[in-house]
Antibody, heavy 121, light 107 residues
Framework: EVQLVESGGGLVQPGGSLRLSCVAS????????MSWVRQAPGKGLEWVAN????????NYVDSVKGRFTISRDNAKNSLYLQMNSLRADDTAVYYC??????????????WGQGTLVTVSS | DTQMTQSPSTLSASVGDSVTITCRAS??????LAWHQQRAGKAPKLLIY???NLESGVPSRFSGSGSGTEFTLTISSLQPDDFATYYC?????????FGQGTKVEIK
């Protein structure tokens, strides 16, 4: 069974930093792109970033470029999102999602339960 | 970047009704479109991939169609569990985009 478990959310002041983690199980982690998707309170889903299975390609939505860094450790089946220079509009539930795979035709076919990031003074 | 626009934003319907949600892409995405369902307070769940393929375990009352720039999600005979928000998402390129969502509420 595919499982994705996020952690690392919390309350942080504007300008601060936070590192989110997502531990994956139940599939060959290194064979899949992985994505971070966020949802601000009462709003829709916003794709944030993704990373190729071997870490060689990283993509970001414009609003986080230069502030957020996505990374992965395939030996630990783990995905990360380093968030720096946080702003109030980064407040959201952050989900990790299994994205495109070597032999799949799907995207974001499994999701974690989400972790809440609140940016406030 | 490819923008995704859903309509309507909100849809009121009754149990047993058939409903259709439309998603339009700002440029062709071939069939690289997914539909997700999100119930209140829960994580999203994939329903449809590659425009018309039903994800394993998803009831057959859900169906998707379209290609290029116009896509639809149809739910035939709405059930109580189906009252939720639905999102389209393209994956033609590595940069993903979601539609703004369509909330299906009880009339």
């Amino acid at each position: 069974e595919v499982q994705l478990v996020e952690s690392g959310g919390g309350l942080v002041q504007p300008g601060g930093s936070l590192r989110l983690s997502c531990v994956a199980s139940g599939f060959t982690f290194s064979s899949y792109y992985m994505s971070w998707v966020r949802q601000a309170p009462g709003k829709g889903l916003e794709w944030v970033a993704n990373i190729k299975g071997d870490g060689s390609e990283k993509n970001y939505v414009d609003s986080v470029k230069g502030r957020f860094t996505i990374s992965r450790d395939n030996a630990k089946n783990s995905l990360y999102l380093q968030m720096n220079s946080l702003r109030a509009d980064d407040t959201a539930v952050y989900y990790c999602a299994r994205d495109w795979g070597d032999l799949s035709e799907t995207s974001c076919d499994h999701w974690g339960q989400g972790t809440l990031v609140t940016v406030s003074s | 970047d490819t923008q995704m626009t859903q309509s309507p934003s909100t849809l009121s319907a009754s149990v047993g009704d058939s409903v259709t949600i439309t998603c339009r892409a700002s440029q062709s995405i071939d069939s690289w479109l997914a539909w997700h369902q999100q119930r209140a307070g829960k994580a999203p769940k994939l329903l449809i991939y590659k425009a018309s393929n039903l994800e394993s375990g998803v009831p057959s009352r859900f169906s998707g169609s379209g290609s290029g720039t116009e896509f639809t999600l149809t739910i035939s005979s709405l059930q109580p569990d189906d009252f939720a928000t639905y999102y389209c998402q393209h994956y033609k390129t590595s940069f993903r985009t979601f539609g703004q969502g369509t909330k299906v509420e009880i009339k």
